[in-house]
T-cell receptor
Framework: AQSVTQLDSQVPVFEEAPVELRCNYSSSVSVYLFWYVQYPNQGLQLLLKYLSGSTLVKGINGFEAEFNKSQTSFHLRKPSVHISDTAEYFCAVSDNDYKLSFGAGTTVTVRA | DAGVTQSPTHLIKTRGQHVTLRCSPISGHKSVSWYQQVLGQGPQFIFQYYEKEERGRGNFPDRFSARQFPNYSSELNVNALLLGDSALYLC????????????FGSGTRLTVV
């Protein structure tokens, strides 16, 4: 069974500064990796996903993530954040084709 | 095109009661999944249905059940509600594999008092 650990529960950051959200996973098999964002009182929106191929994945809204198999990590980055990036971010893993296992989430608060 | 729609958006129930939550998938999607998101935690997988058959079940008690209809919409039923069932219930739809397109609805906020 796979599990996901998001290493930071809260990340405060100033507007236009870079941000990195850390995610580690454990699985004995090949996995697919995802990052989702959740704005208050809304569902989950997919930011990006890694299925295969290049380990650097680019997503929406300027986000990117790097898959590191040896370190079992999938960290999310954005070079310059905006106030509108304030949200909850979830890392998720799948080792099949019918369910996701999510981390506990990282709350990003962007300050002016 | 309409996204994944869930109803109701909010509801309040009393301990011991029963609740039914509904979900309509994106047109063309034959799979519906249900997740429970307790405040401050990540979503937890409850069920997935594909072509009206259960493909997977998470670690939830038998009080939780679901079904999928011929039009691929789905219901999640929870019996004998407990305070701990208070959560945001998310529905997601996809094709056969979730890894190539998985869209979430906005959820149903259930409060058990």
């Amino acid at each position: 069974a796979q599990s996901v650990t998001q290493l930071d529960s809260q990340v405060p950051v100033f507007e236009e500064a870079p941000v990195e959200l850390r995610c580690n996973y454990s699985s004995s098999v090949s996995v697919y990796l995802f990052w989702y964002v959740q704005y208050p009182n809304q569902g989950l929106q997919l930011l990006l996903k890694y299925l295969s191929g290049s380990t650097l994945v680019k997503g929406i809204n300027g986000f990117e993530a790097e898959f590191n198999k040896s370190q079992t990590s999938f960290h999310l980055r954005k070079p310059s954040v905006h106030i509108s990036d304030t949200a909850e971010y979830f890392c998720a893993v799948s080792d099949n084709d019918y369910k996701l296992s999510f981390g506990a989430g990282t709350t990003v608060t962007v300050r002016a | 095109d309409a996204g994944v729609t869930q109803s109701p958006t909010h509801l309040i129930k009393t301990r011991g009661q029963h609740v039914t939550l509904r979900c309509s998938p994106i047109s063309g999607h034959k799979s519906v999944s249900w997740y429970q998101q307790v405040l401050g935690q990540g979503p937890q997988f409850i069920f997935q249905y594909y072509e009206k058959e259960e493909r997977g079940r998470g670690n939830f008690p038998d009080r939780f059940s679901a079904r999928q209809f011929p039009n691929y919409s789905s219901e999640l039923n929870v019996n004998a509600l407990l305070l701990g069932d208070s959560a945001l219930y998310l529905c997601a739809s996809s094709g056969r594999s979730i890894n190539y397109g998985y869209t979430f609805g906005s959820g149903t906020r259930l409060t058990v008092v």
